[in-house]
T-cell receptor, first 112, second 113 residues
Framework: DGGITQSPKYLFRKEGQNVTLSCEQN?????MYWYRQDPGQGLRLIYY???????QKGDIAEGYSVSREKKESFPLTVTSAQKNPTAFYLC???????????FGPGTRLTVT | GENVEQHPSTLSVQEGDSAVIKCTYS??????FPWYKQELGKRPQLIID?????GEKKDQRIAVTLNKTAKHFSLHITETQPEDSAVYFC????????????FGAGTRLFVKA
């Protein structure tokens, strides 16, 4: 399945709690991405990283944070500042400037 | 900021007919345009892509055309089959944002048997 994994598949949290979503890839890809997908919607870019120890905000970065300490890992933290965090979160990676993106299976986060 | 618009949002065709999905992008420096297919509950998967130095690309029943002057690109599926039913996303990448990839809102394709 492309060598990119996300865990857990389903995640439930109470409002006001921070939560961290895991994304790992063994494809030796330089670039990694986080997207949010709401029902019937497209993929909106949260953060992306082109290289270790570097990352850039996407279109909807407010209320989220990331780190890229290792090439293989790009965890996403959904903070309590995110107004509407319930969504399907997809992680992706690519190997070069013009490379295909491989997506993970996604994490469905529900915050009540 | 950069934007990708995709039309139509829903498309219903009879099996064997063709389906066309169109996208326009705003960043004239974009240079890579992939198309993804997402089946219900699954991850998006690349079905075809085109780079800015090419005007058309074909892979069996699927083709993509790019008009850089007009900043639009299209997906063409011929001889549609029920298993083509899914959500299709276009995307535009590169330019000032480098690796940044912006997706369209998606087209839900129904192929009726």
């Amino acid at each position: 399945d492309g060598g990119i994994t996300q865990s857990p598949k389903y995640l439930f949290r109470k409002e006001g709690q921070n939560v961290t979503l895991s994304c790992e890839q063994n494809l030796n890809h330089d670039a990694m991405y986080w997207y949010r997908q709401d029902p019937g919607q497209g993929l909106r870019l949260i953060y992306y990283s082109q290289i270790v120890n570097d990352f850039q905000k996407g279109d909807i970065a407010e209320g989220y944070s990331v780190s890229r300490e290792k090439k293989e890992s790009f965890p996403l933290t959904v903070t309590s500042a995110q107004k509407n965090p319930t969504a399907f979160y997809l992680c992706a990676s690519s190997d070069s400037y013009l490379g295909e993106q491989y997506f993970g299976p996604g994490t469905r986060l529900t915050v009540t | 900021g950069e934007n990708v618009e995709q039309h139509p949002s829903t498309l219903s065709v009879q099996e064997g007919d063709s389906a066309v999905i169109k996208c326009t992008y705003s960043d004239s420096a974009s240079n890579y345009f992939p198309w993804y297919k997402q089946e219900l509950g699954k991850r998006p998967q690349l079905i075809i892509d085109i780079r800015s130095n090419v005007g058309e690309k074909k892979d069996q029943r699927i083709a993509v055309t790019l008009n850089k002057t007009a900043k639009h690109f299209s997906l063409h599926i011929t001889e549609t089959q029920p298993e083509d039913s899914a959500v299709y996303f276009c995307a535009a990448r590169g330019g000032v944002g480098g690796f940044k990839t912006i997706f369209g809102a998606g087209t839900r394709l129904f192929v009726k048997a």
